[in-house]
């Protein structure tokens, strides 16, 4: 990307331009993400931390080439060009569970001025269970909990968590074509879930991941002791455990593949309950096609809810980030309270 055509700012032109500002004026902090899909996360990660001294400005890379992705974050803007005025939020998809075993980990890790979500990507968070009751209310208008997503997605976690060290285990040391992730995924899939007998659903899945950890003790008898202290590594350091694993697979995976199609099977049951509530409280045939219109006309699409969903900020790994970005601002003398 030549000068001309990249926005070419750095973190001192930032600063330099925040000094040449009225005193009363904000000082601006640049953050830089991923994609259009990032913005308004990051936009609630750091809005808390806005006061009469200073802002945040959440945009991509580039406002006039179209690069988008964390190397495009990350490779642009090493060294000189992040600082205090200039920070990078990004995914950490498995770079945070590499604790360094690749380049881009290490930047991660490494640089005060890169923040990453914890979990693997945003969706993740949009899945976070506590919250997809209120989901299934937004989309459906419905609070009748017919399923326990939180218990489900704990007993999931559970059954997936040995093949997900195996997984992180084949990362770290470079045999991640041996291993990938489109075969883990493929592993852990539902197949014919069913709301009326999960326990099957969970029952096949837990045959399907122990049989693919059969084979890779068979296939990596020397790693034994590696695989297990990576597991050690990651309940005791980490903070990833069996009841959490579903945080920090692949996001795209679980919001598409896992957790949509389940919410949508629990709407779909809401949805019914609803209808055939109408049509027995109903008075008459006119009174109940008007209400079923005016219901029908009130529902929400399921996947459009879930990027919506916001009942993340609940969750510890949330609070966390949140932790970083408070220090952040404490090493680089932005010493106010952040909002509460």
Not at 151 to 169: A, D, G, K, T
Not at 232 to 239: I, N, V, Y
Not at 240 to 251: K, R
Request: aromatic share 12%; glycine share 2%.
């Amino acid at each position: 990307m030549s000068k001309r055509l990249s926005d070419n700012l750095t973190s001192r032109y930032v600063e330099a331009a925040n000094k040449m500002t009225s005193k009363r004026a904000r000082r601006k902090i640049v953050a830089y993400v991923e994609s259009y899909d990032d913005i308004l996360f990051w936009r609630t990660v750091l809005s808390r931390f806005e006061n009469e001294t200073r802002f945040f400005e959440v945009m991509l890379p580039s406002k006039r080439v179209l690069v988008r992705g964390k190397k495009s974050v990350l490779m642009n803007f090493i060294g000189n060009r992040m600082g205090p005025d200039m920070i990078a939020c990004v995914d950490a998809d498995y770079d945070y569970l590499m604790q360094g075993s690749s380049e881009t980990s290490r930047k991660i890790l490494s640089s005060p001025y890169v923040f990453h979500t914890y979990v693997y990507a945003i969706e993740n968070f949009q899945c976070y269970a506590d919250s997809l009751h209120n989901v299934a209310v937004m989309v459906t208008l419905n609070d009748h909990a017919i399923f326990d997503f939180s218990r489900f997605l704990r007993e999931y976690s559970e059954i997936c968590y040995p093949l997900f060290v195996w997984s992180v285990w084949a990362y770290r040391t470079g045999r991640h074509t041996e291993f990938p992730m489109s075969e883990f995924d493929r592993v852990v899939e539902l197949g014919g879930f069913s709301l009326q007998n999960t326990k099957a659903s969970l029952e096949h899945l837990r045959h399907k991941v122990e049989r693919k950890v059969h084979w890779m003790w068979q296939h990596y008898p020397k790693h034994r002791v590696a695989v297990d202290a990576l597991d050690k590594e990651m309940r005791e350091s980490l903070g990833v455990t069996p009841e959490t694993t579903y945080l920090y697979m692949q996001g795209h995976h679980l919001f598409d593949s896992i957790v949509a199609p389940i919410m949508t099977k629990v709407c779909n049951s809401l949805r019914t309950e609803r209808e055939t509530e109408i049509s027995r409280t109903a008075v008459h045939k006119t009174q109940m096609h008007n209400e079923l219109s005016c219901y029908e006309n009130s529902l929400a699409d399921v996947k459009t809810m879930l990027k919506k969903n916001m009942g993340y900020m609940s969750c510890p790994l949330f609070l966390r980030l949140q932790e970083d970005v408070a220090h952040y601002l404490v090493k680089e003398n932005f010493n106010e309270t952040p909002k509460s």
